[in-house]
């Protein structure tokens, strides 16, 4: 019975603690006045900037999930690059796969962090125009199919028939 009635106060005593001094609080106040108000901004997918705009994102999506969606001007990169699309996730149709992070060429290629992300990028702090001029050491193998699934947007369909 004392047992029980300790059981209870330590009970009583941490609820009183959780309404009334918000302990063990997981939200932070700043993220609860969001979701009370309904203005939580999701996580950025796409870094847009650090993006090449090659499309091997939306070509290597399984579920067709990327689209590509045209910039309102054209981006210079390079004297032989310029980047006229952007990626655009659709959180509803992605099944988290990350071939889109994974074969992104400035993650595969250059080591940076992807620039599209099923969950968030994150901060991304790469200036892609210097990072295309680098130098990339790829075996042909891996090259010959790298540049099959940035240049042919029905590799998927073929594979599937």
């Not at 009183?16 to 979701?35: P, S």
């Not at 870094?47 to 090449?52: F, G, R």
């Amino acid at each position: 019975m004392r047992n029980m009635l300790k059981i209870a106060l330590e009970g009583a005593f941490t609820n009183f603690k959780r309404i009334f001094f918000a302990a063990d609080r997981v939200t932070d106040m700043e993220m609860r006045k969001q979701i009370s108000t309904l203005s939580v901004k999701p996580a950025k997918k796409v870094d847009e900037d650090a993006c090449i705009g090659c499309g091997g994102c939306a070509n290597v999506c399984p579920t067709n999930a990327i689209e590509m969606k045209k910039l309102a001007s054209p981006v210079k990169l390079t004297d032989s690059w310029t980047k006229t699309e952007v990626p655009e996730l659709n959180s509803l149709k992605c099944v988290v796969c990350y071939y889109c992070h994974d074969f992104c060429p400035v993650f595969l290629l250059y080591g940076e962090k992807g620039t599209i992300h099923p969950n968030t990028v994150g901060n991304q702090e790469v200036d892609v125009s210097e990072l295309i001029n680098q130098p990339v050491k790829i075996s042909d193998d891996k090259l010959k199919v790298i540049s099959q699934y940035l240049s042919d947007k029905t590799i998927l369909k073929n594979r599937e028939d």
